[in-house]
């Protein structure tokens, strides 16, 4: 298993593999242009290895170019191909076999081939060395093909995570455990923090409360606790962006849990959509939110009873808790129509034992 940022990849494919996919790729290509001079068009960054390595095994006269395209941020597709260096010049009249390190859904394809519609080349075939026939549009004929692999992402010999992993002479699958990620809901009193704490424990979750990054980030000092004290100091709202980078690094402090439980954010439906964006950017989702529901006099009973020990005062005044309360129903409503409309909102019964709810909320998420 190796790290690259904050993914772990597995060994998926050794370097003999490789090579040997490459041989037999040469060896088609070879019988097919014998007596031509084609010009193999490599396709940068990836396919840098897989040329260089193709070239050693093929037997004939040739010649070699580069273009080169950009369409991935991270695990994904941004859905834009972009030029970034031009087909080469005098090809009129040759024969053009295209080496691609990787064809997946084939966006880059489409933009390779119309990159040389315009030019006036005797033939144009496509030889590409990894193929995910289960995501391919199916557009082009692929002419040549080394490995055909699986819908998953993968680093390695040309191939990169966040440009690391390019240099590695075997490729690696990304690890991807089953993840659970859970946004907890409940008013002040419904027991979030008792149950989390159990939760965690259960399902190897990390537990970020807002209240508590926020406290530590201004405590530490930090860049983004200083920012934020800066807003709170001026009596204005922390920004959502500060908010989603303080989230962000507790994740990124955590590669080896198992998921996440928030409990604090979102608190909006904006929030809400701008922790969408940026799990989504982790190759994660929020799984499901639950709220943790229970009748209002019995979570003052319970708050009244906090606030002996506590020694907060919105635990000892009824009018403040019940202020609370309305400020959370008035947030809490979109939100459930947003999560709702995802099929990820959740209710469960916060009345009972620990061990009651801890079960119900269980039930929930083993169902997932």
Same mark, same amino acid.
């Given at each position: 298993?190796? @790290? ?75 859905? +834009? ?5 031009? =087909? ?77 992993? @390019? ?12 993840? +659970?990620?859970?946004?907890? /809901? ?28 926020? @406290? ?43 998921? /996440? ?36 006099? +019995? ?57 009651? +709810?801890?079960? @119900?909320?269980?039930? =929930?998420?083993?169902?997932?």
């Amino acid at each position: 298993m190796i @790290r690259l940022h904050d993914k772990y990849f597995k060994p998926f494919l050794s370097e003999k593999q490789i090579l040997g996919a490459i041989q037999r790729m040469a060896q088609e290509i070879a019988v097919d242009y014998k007596d031509d001079t084609p010009i193999f068009v490599g396709v940068l960054n990836g396919a840098f290895m897989f040329v260089s390595d193709f070239l050693k095994e093929y037997p004939h006269s040739c010649e070699v170019s580069f273009v080169k395209l950009s369409s991935y941020q991270g695990l994904t597709s941004t859905g +834009i191909v972009e030029t970034l260096l031009d =087909v080469p010049d005098n090809i009129e009249g040759r024969s053009i076999i295209i080496l691609e390190d990787i064809i997946d859904t084939g966006r880059t394809l489409q933009k390779l081939v119309h990159l040389f519609s315009n030019t006036k080349v005797k033939e144009f075939k496509i030889a590409s060395l990894f193929y995910k026939a289960e995501v391919y549009n199916g557009e082009y004929a692929i002419d040549y093909v080394g490995l055909e692999i699986p819908d998953k992402f993968i680093v390695g010999y040309g191939l990169d995570y966040k440009e690391l992993g @390019r240099n590695l002479r075997e490729v690696y699958q990304l690890n991807q455990k089953y993840m +659970i990620n859970l946004v907890l /809901f409940g008013k002040p009193g419904a027991g979030k923090g008792t149950q989390a704490q159990f939760l965690k424990e259960k399902y190897n979750l990390k537990h970020i409360s807002t209240g508590d990054v926020f @406290r530590y980030n201004i405590k530490n000092g930090t860049e983004l606790g200083t920012l934020a004290k800066s807003y709170i100091d001026k009596g204005e709202l922390v920004p959502d962006e500060v908010t989603i980078k303080m989230l962000e690094d507790e994740v990124d402090k955590n590669p080896d849990a198992d998921g /996440f439980i928030f409990d604090g954010f979102p608190r909006t439906t904006a929030q809400a959509e701008a922790l969408d964006n940026f799990l989504e950017s982790k190759d994660m989702k929020v799984d499901a939110t639950i709220a943790l529901e229970a009748n209002d006099d +019995i979570l003052i009973e319970r708050l009244l009873e906090r606030g002996k020990n506590s020694g907060r005062s919105d635990d000892q005044d009824v009018s403040k808790i019940r202020n609370r309360f309305e400020e959370y129903s008035s947030k809490t409503a979109p939100l459930k129509d947003y999560y709702e409309e995802q099929h990820k909102f959740h209710s469960v019964n916060g009345i009972g034992s620990i061990d009651e +709810i801890t079960q @119900r909320l269980t039930k =929930v998420i083993d169902s997932l």
